[in-house]
């Protein structure tokens, strides 16, 4: 049973480009968090989705950010036209549930470096 | 805004050692849970405490809520090198659709 699997791993982008970053979520699984990460500090929620629905996005920069979980496909999150404050450690977690009482699955990040 | 603040944001202790990590707020929380992390990769769940008052015991950690579920504590007994790692704290609000992390402990044990 695959975990929640993220990639890229890492990604270099020049400032000005475009970062996409994929998620699927564990099977069975149709809730997706994505959160932020700086070194050595704890996790900023950015967004919840669930299948085809922003449910929460009060963490996400309203500017350049978007989120997405289509029918079919991982999540995305994208960040347009990056810039050196971009570069940190993107985490997705998933949920069967929409309790938060459930454990939350990360996946293993994908590092974001702007160079 | 529900925040959660982790002390000490650093400890470095050698191998046998006992240790107690704490994670406290002026909220209220329905549910917190610990995470573990190593470097390069996810955070992963270590328990959930749902009760006020609440003790779980993980091998050689021990997990408490608060009465008032506004704090919580780790403790390791007997700390060992594979304990390294960052830990993580969050919480559930009593209203709302996510998890609030505390800054994280980033504990080093020396052999």
């Known amino acids: 049973n695959a975990g929640v699997m993220q990639n890229p791993r890492h990604l270099v982008r020049r400032r000005g480009q475009e970062a996409r970053l994929r998620c699927s979520p564990m099977k069975g699984h149709s809730h997706v968090y994505w959160y932020r990460q700086l070194p050595e500090e704890g996790l900023k929620f950015m967004v919840y989705?669930?299948?085809?629905?922003?449910?929460?996005e009060s963490g996400m920069p309203k500017e350049r950010f978007s989120a997405e979980f289509p029918k079919e496909g991982p999540s995305i999150l994208r960040i347009q036209q990056v810039v050196r404050g971009d570069s940190a450690a993107y985490f997705c977690?998933?949920?069967?549930?929409?309790?938060?009482?459930?454990?939350?699955?990360f996946g293993n990040g994908t590092r974001l470096t702007v160079t | 805004t529900q925040l959660l603040e982790q002390s000490p944001q650093f400890l470095s202790i050698q191998e046998g050692e006992n240790l107690t990590v704490y994670c406290n707020s002026s909220s209220v929380f329905s549910s917190l849970q610990w995470y573990r992390q190593e470097p390069g990769e996810g955070p992963v769940l270590l328990v959930t405490v749902v009760t006020g008052g609440e003790v779980k015991k993980l091998k050689r950690l021990t997990f408490q809520f608060g009465d008032a579920r506004k704090d919580s504590s780790l403790h390791i007994t007997a700390a060992q090198p594979g304990d390294t790692g960052l830990y993580l704290c969050a919480g559930a609000g009593t209203s709302g659709s996510r998890l609030t992390f505390g800054e994280g402990t980033q504990l080093t044990v020396n052999p």
């Open positions: 977690a998933s949920s069967p549930s929409v309790s938060l009482n459930s454990p939350l699955h």
């Open positions: 989705l669930q299948k085809e629905n922003i449910i929460d």
